[in-house]
C-alpha cells in the first residue's frame, strides 16, 4: 500500500499509541478526584502540559487541550468574537480557510457580526496589505490559517503579525494544523495570540489537539461545567489523548529538524515528474509546504482517478476530507481565480516523512498508466 494522504489523517506511531494504551490502562482516575490517585493522574496532567508549552515555546498555562482542529477553530473564533463583541463586530479571515474556520465565521455572520474574507493570488496567497486595508475601527479579530490544506500554499504569518503589532486591540489567530511539524512557525515571535494544532496530522490519534492561547488574551468558553483546562474548555480531561498528543508533537518537530531534506527531495521529485506528464497541470506554488502537491487533470473526474489508484493500493485524495463530498468544484482552487477545467479535476497528493522516493515512483508509474487506460475507455 502508498499512502499519500497525509494531509486528511496519519497514521499513528506505534510509540504513540503505546502511550495511549499505557496511560488509559494505568492512569485512569479522574484527575479532579482528591484521593491519592487522583492527585498521581492530576500531576500527569501538569507534567504533560509543561512539555507541550516547551515543545510549543510558549508558558504552560497557555496550552489548553482539546479534541482537535474543529474545536480549536471554533474556540479560537467564537470564543474572542462572543467575548469582546462589545468592542467591535468586524472579524476577517480568508476566501480558502480550512471549513472549521469558515463555517465557524458564517455561524457568527448569523449572531449579527460582520465578516470581510479577503481574496488571494492564482496560487493562495494572502497579501499582508489587503490585511491591513481591511482593518476597521471595530475589528476585533483576524484569522489565517499557516498552510492551505488544498495547495499546500504557505501564508506570510510572521509579516502578518508584525502588521498587526501596530494593532493591539486585533487578535490573530492562526490554523496550524496542517503547517505543524512541517514548517517553522515560532508563535510567540510571530505575533500569533491563538494558535490551533492537532494530533491526528502529526501521527497522532484522532480527537486531540490545542489550543496556543496567549496568557494576555480572554475568551469566551464554549464548554461550561467543571472549571478544567484552566477554565477555558470545561470537561474532564482526556489524559491518555493528551499524552499521546504530546509525545506525536515531540516526535515530528525532531523529524521535522533530522528529515526535513528528505520530505523536500521527495516533494520534489514528486513535481518534476508530473511536470513530465502532459493531461497534468501543478496548482500548488513552488514554494509551498513540502508535504502538498496538487495538481489538476482536466477532462478526468478526480474521484475517478482516484478509485483508479485505490486499485492498485495508492491513495491519494481530491480537496479537504472535510469537504470532499461537497460539489466536485475546489472553492480553494476557485478562490484562485482557476478555471472550471482545473478547479473541478484537482487532486492531493500529501506526505509523510515515512514516504520513500520509490513510493513516489511507483505512483509516478500507476498515474501514467491509469490516465492510459481511462484515455482509453474514453475513446470506446
Known sequence: MIYFDNSATTKPLPEVLESYQKVAGELFANPSSVHSFGGQVERLMQQTRHQAARLFEVESQEVIFTSGGTEG?????????????????????????????????????????????????????VDPDSIVHALREDTILVSIMSVNNELGTVQPVQEIGARLKEYPKVFFHVDHVQGLGKIHLPIKESGIDLCTASGHKIHGLKGAGALIIQKKVSIFPLLHGGGQELERRAGTENLPANVAFVKALRLILETQKNAGDH??????????????????????????????????????????????????????????????????????????????????????????????IEEAASFIEALEETIEQLKETMRR
Do not use: W
Open 73 to 125: 477553530n471554533n474556540m479560537a473564533i467564537k470564543g474572542i468574537a462572543l467575548m469582546h463583541q462589545s468592542r467591535g463586530k468586524h472579524l476577517i479571515t480568508s476566501k480558502i480557510e480550512h471549513p472549521s474556520v469558515t463555517e465557524a465565521f458564517r455561524a457568527l455572520e448569523t449572531l449579527g457580526f460582520d465578516v470581510t474574507y479577503i481574496d488571494v493570488n492564482e496560487k493562495g496567497k
Open 263 to 356: 520530505l523536500y527531495r521527495t516533494h520534489q521529485y514528486l513535481r518534476d515528474q508530473l511536470k513530465n506528464i502532459k493531461e497534468v497541470i501543478i496548482n500548488s506554488p513552488n514554494d509551498c509546504a513540502p508535504h502538498i502537491i496538487n495538481f489538476s487533470i482536466p477532462g478526468f473526474k478526480p474521484e475517478v482517478v482516484i478509485h483508479a489508484l485505490g486499485e492498485k493500493e495508492i491513495f491519494i485524495s481530491t480537496k479537504s476530507a472535510c469537504s470532499s463530498k461537497e460539489p466536485e468544484v475546489s472553492t480553494v482552487l476557485k478562490a484562485c481565480g482557476l478555471d472550471y477545467e482545473r478547479t473541478n479535476s484537482a487532486l492531493r497528493v500529501s506526505l509523510s516523512y515515512q514516504n520513500t
